[in-house]
Every structure is written in C-alpha cells, then in structure tokens.
C-alpha cells in the first residue's frame, strides 16, 4: 500500500511556495524548482552576511585613505601614527569622523603627524 500524505504534504509544498515568493519565473510555481532554489538562497545567505563585514570594512578603509590622502598623508601613515599616539579609534568611527566631522580628522591627522 501505497504511503499518501494529504494535507501535511499540502502544508509543507504551501510554505515552501510562500518562502518562495519573488523568485523568478518558475522557481515561485513550480515545487521542485522553488525547493532548489530556496535552499540556495539559504545557502547564500548565511555567506552573505560574513561577506558583509569584509564588505564594510573595505568601505570604511576607501573612505578613510581618501580624507588621508586629501590631508597629504597616506592611509598606512595615518593609521601606524594614531596607533603610536594611542588612540584607539575603529575604522568604521575614523570614516563616520572623515564624512560628518572635518575639523575632528584634521585634529586627529595632525596628531598622527606629530607620533611620526
């Protein structure tokens, strides 16, 4: 005899179809389509979000060499001298100071000047 599912095979194809949702063509219809796909996206998901922070941090750096470089000061330069001047300060706060707060970034590249 022959195993038939009823409503718990409906009730998994549905959910799977509604996390399916906005996938493309077929791969939202289709059962077997939106399982593989579905289970890609998880897949690519979960790398996402470590690719994110490299992402970010790659960010920040461009951000910070540009102010540098506009102040005459090359990225390694800036950041070897604000570790001799002991400030400890994270990239992603250097890049907020380069963007919003000029005059705190020409304090903090004159100081790193001065550790040089």
């Known amino acids: 005899m022959r195993t ?4 718990v095979r409906k009730r998994r194809v ?9 996938y493309h063509g077929s791969r939202s219809k289709l059962y077997r389509s939106a399982k593989e796909t579905h289970r890609r996206a998880l897949w690519y998901s ?8 490299r992402d970010f941090r790659r960010l920040w750096i461009t951000r910070i060499r540009a102010a540098s ?10 950041i ?3 570790k001799k001047a002991g400030v400890l300060m994270n990239r992603k706060i250097l890049a907020n100071l380069a ?8 304090q903090l590249v004159v100081m790193a000047r001065q550790a040089l």
């Open 69 to 78: 470089n506009m102040r005459d000061m090359s990225y390694s330069k800036f």
């Open 80 to 82: 070897g001298g604000l």
């Open 14 to 22: 549905k959910r799977l179809l509604k996390e399916a949702k906005g």
């Open 99 to 106: 963007l919003t707060d000029q005059e705190a970034f020409d």
């Open 4 to 7: 038939k599912r009823g409503f």
């Open 46 to 53: 979960r790398s996402g979000r470590r690719l994110k922070k």
